[in-house]
T-cell receptor, first 110, second 113 residues
């Protein structure tokens, strides 16, 4: 069965600092989704990566999928309090479902 | 406005009672999904449906049941057979196929007393 490990589990950064969250899969990734969740709310789609070496950016958030398609990273530049929340990576399965990692809880201190 | 609605936001039930969580979408999506979220465990798939009148078990279907009689509705029943039902439940929908992101509802927090 597939395993999707996120690191770190939690992260506390000062406002303005850069940070990186990693998502490592035990199997080749055929589609990797990044979502953000505010505590007690639904998930908001950030980005989706499919090709090895692919990189996408939205505002101050950049996501990459490595060449071997087994690891993805999410990088936030100049973090703001609005970036706080839980970041979840999800891997596309053969049944076109999503298998999620355990999440990374980000706290940004003003 | 198009979107997914889940009701209620908070739900309390006594142990041994069945309870049904509502999920409605007006995005014309064919596929709908139910997930359970526990602290520190991410999201786990309970059931999913790719088309009306058809659904499949996910990774943790035991103690749950669903129906898909209408395209826009995918209710989840948490039965008394579910040993640890207290959790945050999320519903999602999309057009099935690679590259199509799932859209999520706001969730229902179920507490069994």
């Amino acid at each position: 069965s597939q395993e999707l490990e996120q690191s770190p589990q939690s992260l506390i950064v000062q406002e303005g600092k850069n940070l990186t969250i990693n998502c490592t899969s035990s199997k080749t990734l055929y589609g990797l989704y990044w979502y953000k969740q505010k505590y007690g709310e639904g998930l908001i789609f950030l980005m989706m990566l499919q090709k090895g070496g692919e990189e996408k950016s939205h505002e101050k958030i950049t996501a990459k999928l490595d060449e071997k398609k087994q690891q993805s990273s999410l990088h936030i530049t100049a973090s703001q309090p609005s970036h706080a929340g839980i970041y979840l990576c999800g891997a596309l399965t053969g049944a076109n479902n999503l298998f999620f990692g355990t999440g990374t809880r980000l706290t940004v201190i003003p | 406005d198009g979107g997914i609605t889940q009701s209620p936001k908070y739900l309390f039930r006594k142990e041994g009672q069945n309870v049904t969580l509502s999920c409605e979408q007006n995005l014309n999506h064919d596929a709908m999904y139910w997930y359970r979220q526990d602290p520190g465990q991410g999201l786990r798939l309970i059931y999913y449906s790719q088309i009306v009148n058809d659904f499949q078990k996910g990774d943790i279907a035991e103690g749950y049941s669903v129906s898909r009689e209408k395209k826009e509705s995918f209710p989840l029943t948490v039965t008394s057979a579910q040993k640890n039902p207290t959790a945050f439940y999320l519903c999602a929908s999309n057009f099935p196929g690679q590259g199509n992101e799932q859209f999520f509802g706001p969730g229902t927090r179920l507490t069994v007393l």
